[in-house]
């Protein structure tokens, strides 16, 4: 039976306050590979234009070595999570 992991990076505005929410990329390193998701228009009518959560899927993957946080307007944040199957709240 496999055991598929995550992490979940619920993305807020620029520490300085200078950027949006709206087009910020989040980028994971985690065995060997490399994923890239980004804040975008969801064109939902009856929901906000922009989910803010970004969940990468790890599959069996069990660490993550880095994660970059870049704001449209180039400020960046990296953090090292500790543990994965969990949710970050970048504020």
Known sequence: M???NFL??????????A???FGTKATISTCGRTQNLAV????????V???NDLLFGLGE??????VTI??????TMQIKPNKINQYISIK
């Open 2 to 4: 496999f055991k598929n």
């Open 8 to 17: 979940d990076i619920t993305v807020g505005m620029s520490p300085l306050k």
């Open 19 to 21: 950027a949006s929410i």
């Open 40 to 47: 975008v228009n969801t064109a939902y009518s009856f929901a």
């Open 49 to 51: 234009t922009y989910n």
């Open 61 to 66: 993957c069990n660490k993550v070595d880095n």
């Open 70 to 75: 870049r704001w449209t307007n180039g400020e």
